[in-house]
Structures are given as structure tokens and as C-alpha cells.
């Protein structure tokens, strides 16, 4: 089945399942998500999620609000049943609210970069905290809750947090000097440069700088949405057969008559699908959920590095 064919056939699933009620870019992005990721949407296997996070989560809860089809999906691709994957995501909450972190929307984001392995937690909020305490050094104001998912992300790689939040504002500052606007999301492309290296490098600026030129050349919209995408492209050196793999694909999925209003939508997907038919080892490493949505904005980025985590396991454990 061809990729648009299969993107529209998952769409139409999810959108008799959601209903009209979500925004059509959260369920564009969704449908992305699964076909990126090579997973079958199982009407059933989503309810029984959907259906445990609204017997655990109280109604106030993050987990049951505008979020909450985002939540589902992260949880539906894993290996775990329905219940075991609900209740998991809840105790790492509650173990980040015992370590100190404010409860909201970003902290179950975090949850879900954490370990399954309980043993690893106390390490991983550690240097989680550790890491946000670094970045504040640099960013007092800037710095907040909605960095809490890419903290336990970056957190958890090898290297020294202080090291890395130097990095990063070494990489924000020079970004600003090439007309991008700063803010939370060149925060994050920001975070998004170290993932590869702690180190700064002297080549990803100007890397970052011509991808966004290029695309734009193409008439593919870089905005502040797309800061995180155009940053994980410039981390893993994308080749330019990757680059113009990327673009191609952008351009047959921004045709499909789904896309005709939010093309926006189309870069990610396209982003994380090139990435998978040029089998490269970051095969899904920038999965996002990009829509114009601020408010869904840190769910899209946290679906893109939960996805990254996914694949480092999958490559670690088949090359043993």
C-alpha cells in the first residue's frame, strides 16, 4: 500500500474513533505517528487504553484533557497491555511529584521518557533535575515546566549536564545571530543539537542554517513549529540524498487532499518516513506531532523523543 494511501486509510480509523470533536492536525499527526512507527491502529486496544487512563486519572488530570488522544497513542505503541502501560505511566508520575517536580501536563510527558525499569528511576530524575538546574543557569526565565520531558530525555544520555546546558546555550545563542526567533522552541532545537554530542560543534549551527534555507527554497514553511525538526536533521547529519528524500516525500503527502489546509502538518511525517526508507539507525528518531496548536506543541515534541528513546533500545538490543 502506498504511503498516502496507507496515511488517509489510518487517518479515517482514527477520526471514526475521535470523532470531530478533535482537531483534525492532532488527528493528522496521530495517523503520521502510527505509520511512521510501521504500527497497525487497533480501534479496540486504543479504547482499553483510552478507558483505563479515565478509571486511574482523576478528571482534572492532564492525562484526560486536551491531551489526552496523545497520551493514548504514546502508550498504544508500546509492547505493554493496555493496563500495565496505564498504570505504569501513572507511578513514574507520582515518583516525579515525590522528587519535586510540579505536577502538570509536561510531567507525565516526562513519565513517559522514563525507563521501565523501576531501579533506574532515581537516577534518571536525578540527572533529569540536575540538567534542568544547569539550563537555568543559562536561561533563568526561559527555563520552566515544558522543558521537563526533553530534561529526562537528554538527562539520561552519557555526559556532564553542565556540559551539555553550556552546549545548548552556545547553540541558542548563535542560532538568534541567524534570524531564528527566540523562545521555547529554539530552546528545544536548542536541547535538540546535544542529542547526539554534549560537545558543542562548530559545524551544526551553519548545518541547521542551510536545511532551513533550503527548505524554504522549496516553498516547505520553517517556522517556529518546525525549529525542532529542522534541529534533529542537522543532529543526525542528514545526507543530501536524506534531505532531498525528505522533501519529496513532504511534497506527495502535502498534495493529499487530507493536507489541503495544514501543510504544516506534513513536514514531520515526512521528516520520520524518509528516515525509515533510507534505513538509517535513527530510523525513527524525529517522529512530532507538528501541528500549529501551542497548547499541543511540548505532546508533539515529547511523541518525538519517546519515539528516538524506542529506537536507541531497539538498535542497542540487536546489535547484542
Avoid: C
Avoid at 64 to 76: E, G, K, N, Q
Avoid at 134 to 140: E, Y
Avoid at 220 to 231: D, E, H, R
Wanted: overall charge neutral; hydrophobic content about 40%.
Amino acid at each position: 500500500m502506498m504511503i498516502n494511501e496507507k496515511l488517509e486509510q489510518t487517518f479515517n480509523m482514527l477520526k471514526k474513533y475521535l470523532g470531530w470533536s478533535v482537531d483534525k492536525r492532532v488527528t493528522l499527526a496521530l495517523a503520521g505517528y502510527y505509520i511512521t512507527l510501521e504500527k497497525e491502529f487497533n480501534e479496540k486496544r486504543f479504547h482499553e487504553i483510552a478507558t483505563h487512563i479515565k478509571k486511574r486519572a482523576g478528571i482534572f488530570s492532564p492525562l484526560r484533557s486536551h491531551l489526552h488522544p496523545l497520551f493514548v497513542a504514546t502508550l498504544d505503541v508500546s509492547d505493554l497491555e493496555p493496563q500495565q502501560a496505564v498504570d505504569l505511566l501513572i507511578e513514574k508520575a507520582e515518583a516525579l511529584k515525590t522528587a519535586s517536580f510540579k505536577m502538570n501536563s509536561y510531567t507525565y510527558l516526562a513519565a513517559l521518557m522514563m525507563s521501565e525499569d523501576k531501579e533506574k528511576w532515581p537516577h534518571e530524575m536525578e540527572r533529569a533535575k540536575q540538567l534542568m538546574a544547569d539550563m537555568k543557569k543559562h536561561h533563568r526565565f526561559l527555563t520552566s515546566t515544558d522543558d521537563y520531558p526533553y530534561a529526562m530525555f537528554l538527562g539520561k544520555l552519557e555526559g556532564d549536564t553542565a556540559v551539555r546546558a553550556e552546549t545548548m546555550n552556545r547553540y541558542y545563542v548563535d542560532l538568534k545571530k541567524h534570524k531564528f526567533y527566540g523562545g521555547n522552541e529554539l530552546q528545544w532545537m536548542s536541547q535538540v543539537l546535544t542529542y547526539t554530542n554534549p560537545e558543542y560543534e562548530e559545524d551544526l549551527v551553519p548545518r541547521a542554517v542551510i536545511i532551513r534555507d533550503g527548505l524554504k527554497t522549496v516553498k516547505i514553511k520553517t517556522s517556529v513549529p518546525q525549529y525542532p525538526i529542522i534541529g534533529f536533521m542537522a543532529a543526525l547529519k542528514l545526507n543530501e540524498d536524506q534531505l532531498n528524500e525528505v522533501v519529496t516525500t513532504y511534497e506527495t503527502i502535502a498534495n493529499m487532499k487530507l493536507f489541503s489546509w495544514y501543510k504544516d502538518s506534513a513536514l514531520p511525517i515526512a521528516f520520520g518516513l524518509a528516515l525509515i526508507s533510507s534505513k538509517d539507525i535513527y530510523a525513527t528518531a524525529a517522529i512530532s506531532m507538528a501541528t500549529s496548536l501551542e497548547l499541543i506543541l511540548q505532546a508533539q515534541q515529547a511523541m518525538m523523543i519517546s519515539t528516538i528513546a524506542a529506537t536507541s533500545v531497539a538498535a542497542s538490543s540487536s546489535s547484542n
